[in-house]
Nanobody, 118 residues
Framework: QVQLVESGGGLVQPGGSLRLSCVAS????????MGWYRQAPGKLRDLVAI???????DYGDSVKGRFTISRDSAKNTVYLQMNSLKPEDTAVYYC????????????WGQGTQVTVSS
């Protein structure tokens, strides 16, 4: 099993910044991709950003140019730098990991709340 521990959520004013972190631990042979999804009340869970083991990144349309995903492969850690935050970015942010041990599986963190409000 793989455990994902997120940190860095909180309350921020519009236009502000936050940095989320997620550390993966447990039975890991190789991480194929790590990333972030978010879910606002009454809405589906959507992709925020994802980065592959090779360093390729993809972003949801609503965050392009404002958010940056990065990773530290040696630490099995993924980061999400969120700038120019808007009230519509308010959601629970979930860390995602696709990893291989004996088989390939996907894992989710417990979620961290991000609230953008004045």
């Amino acid at each position: 099993q793989v455990q994902l521990v997120e940190s860095g959520g909180g309350l921020v004013q519009p236009g502000g910044s936050l940095r989320l972190s997620c550390v993966a631990s447990g039975r890991i042979f190789r991480i194929n991709a790590m990333g972030w999804y978010r879910q606002a009340p009454g809405k589906l869970r959507d992709l925020v950003a994802i980065i592959t083991n090779g360093g390729l990144a993809d972003y949801g349309d609503s965050v392009k140019g404002r958010f940056t995903i990065s990773r530290d492969s040696a630490k099995n850690t993924v980061y999400l730098q969120m700038n120019s935050l808007k009230p519509e970015d308010t959601a629970v942010y979930y860390c995602y990991c696709n990893a291989v041990y004996a088989t390939m599986n996907s894992y989710w963190g417990q979620g961290t709340q991000v609230t953008v409000s004045s």
